[in-house]
């Protein structure tokens, strides 16, 4: 099985080490997303453990954006699937080996699976068939609401969200990058309503109260083509 590992960046570097210390296994194919503000990764080469690669984007992507990166990277490297872990996630012990192994069976027995979670997505996986049948992350919800958008589709299109379960920590509850950082705090009150809004319109009701099977009840749910020309 072939798989690449990605991680995105924005702050909190203390956070970040923990979780690369903690997937010593995923060191060669990791793939660290520096979005933050100041290219702060870009002085900080010496820390990073051996194998893991920096990539510089050329401006600060969103969460969704860097999503469909680590699609293009996934394709580009010949994966069978691709592994996302959060910033401020800090895997178990023997957590990372045993994601690949849960995998390696959804493979062998031919599940028809999109998503491998642990503690829910913080150290994911992502079958790279499924990707390239459901397509993109949504451009235009650049963070909140993204990730049920994608999985919606993934779940209509017959695949399997597949919880392991496996130990992971999500350090400060989750959302360390905004609870770090008062102007992304108040960028996130302003415009969470306003993503919740255009997820309701795109699939008729609200997050559990959804209504339409299509985007907007109209548009084609199967994506065409996608990544083919990687």
């Known amino acids: 099985m072939k798989y690449i590992v990605g991680i995105f960046y924005v ?23 520096d979005n933050s503000w100041n290219r702060e990764l870009r002085h900080r080469q ?15 992507l969103s969460h969704c954006q860097s999503q ?26 023997q957590t990372p080996e045993r994601l690949l192994q849960w995998v390696e069976q959804l493979q062998m027995n031919n599940v028809r699976w999109g998503v491998l ?14 990707i390239r049948e459901v397509g993109s992350w949504d451009p ?14 993934m779940k209509l299109l017959g695949y399997e969200i ?14 360390s990058t905004v609870k770090s950082d008062p102007y992304l705090t ?3 009150q302003v415009t969470f309503p306003l993503y919740n809004l255009y997820y309701q319109a795109k699939w008729g ?24 020309e990687i």
């Open 46 to 60: 010496s820390s990073m453990p051996p194998g893991v690669k920096v990539l510089e984007p050329p401006v600060p």
């Open 162 to 175: 597949v919880e392991s379960r496996l130990s992971v920590t999500h350090h400060n509850e989750g959302a």
């Open 11 to 33: 702050n909190r570097f203390d956070l970040l080490m923990k979780a690369l210390s903690s997937i010593e296994r995923y060191w060669p194919v990791t793939h660290v997303v």
């Open 186 to 188: 108040q960028i996130h």
């Open 117 to 130: 979670f642990t503690l829910l997505d913080t150290l994911s996986a992502f079958n790279m068939q499924a």
């Open 140 to 153: 235009n919800l650049p963070m909140y609401f993204s990730d049920i958008d994608w999985y919606r589709r």
């Open 205 to 228: 009701g609200a997050m559990g109260s959804e209504t339409f099977d299509k985007p907007f009840n109209q548009f084609p749910l199967r994506s065409v083509n996608y990544l083919a």
């Open 68 to 93: 469909n990166l680590l699609h293009r990277l996934g394709a580009e490297h010949q994966s069978d699937f691709v592994i996302y872990m959060h910033n401020d996630a800090e895997a178990y012990p």
